[in-house]
């Protein structure tokens, strides 16, 4: 079945370090891919979203390139900030289909 | 504005006993989930719902049951809440296009002692 993999659980770096969430996804259809961003105390909200392969997503500084190659849609930025420090998902919805499927999720946290 | 809004915000429940989560989404929205969130899991969708007085299991639906009266309104029902039931519940809606990510609420934080 489909399957969404985010392996770090937890990262932890400094404000200006560049940042780099793995995601692999699983599926054998046509997903729109998406990262969510969750801050603490609050529902999972979007921060990005490609709907076609090899096309790139961008929001506040956030990228993800949708990669259908080697099935992945990392997420990046260049200069983290404090602000930046939240729960980091990786989900994707396939063409179709009612369900979407997240990942396990990334606790990122940035030390002043 | 879009939204989605779930009550009660938080809740302690006693083991054996009954719990309703409600959803009240106002985005006309056809599709609308349940998920609860635990750590080391992420998301775990336990039922969805693509139309109204009709629900569909998710990955984990044993031992939760929903229910859709309404376009607007999805609940979803522990008969007899469980330990392990303690967790945080989100409950979301989205449009029919497969390219729309779909919209959360703010949770419901369900304690069952």
């Known amino acids: 079945g489909d399957s969404v993999i985010q392996m770090q659980g937890q990262v932890t770096l400094s404000e200006n370090d560049f940042l780099f969430i793995n995601c692999t996804y699983s599926?054998?259809?046509?997903?729109?891919l998406f990262w969510y961003v969750q801050y603490s105390g609050e529902g999972p909200q979007l921060l990005l979203q490609v709907t076609t392969a090899n096309n790139k997503g961008s929001s506040r500084g956030f990228e993800a390139t949708y990669d259908k190659g080697t099935t992945s849609f990392h997420l990046q930025k260049t200069s983290v900030q404090e602000i930046d420090s939240a729960v980091y998902y990786c989900?994707?919805?396939?063409?179709?289909?009612?369900?979407?499927?997240f990942g396990a999720g990334t606790k990122l946290t940035i030390k002043p | 504005e879009a939204a989605v809004t779930q009550s009660p915000r938080s809740k302690v429940a006693v083991t054996g006993g009954k719990v309703t989560l409600s959803c009240h989404q106002t985005?006309?929205?056809?599709?609308m989930y349940w998920y609860r969130q635990d750590t080391g899991h992420g998301l775990r969708l336990i039922h969805y719902s693509y139309v109204a007085d009709s629900t569909e299991k998710g990955d984990i639906p044993d031992g939760y049951k929903a229910s859709r009266p309404s376009q607007e309104n999805f609940s979803l029902i522990l008969e007899l809440a469980s330990l392990s039931q303690t967790a945080v519940y989100f409950c979301a809606s989205s449009e029919r296009d497969s390219n729309q990510a779909p919209l959360f609420g703010e949770g419901t934080r369900l304690s069952v002692l």
């Open positions: 599926t054998t259809g046509y997903p729109t």
């Open positions: 989900a994707m919805r396939d063409y179709g289909n009612e369900k979407i499927t």
């Open positions: 985005n006309n929205h056809d599709y």
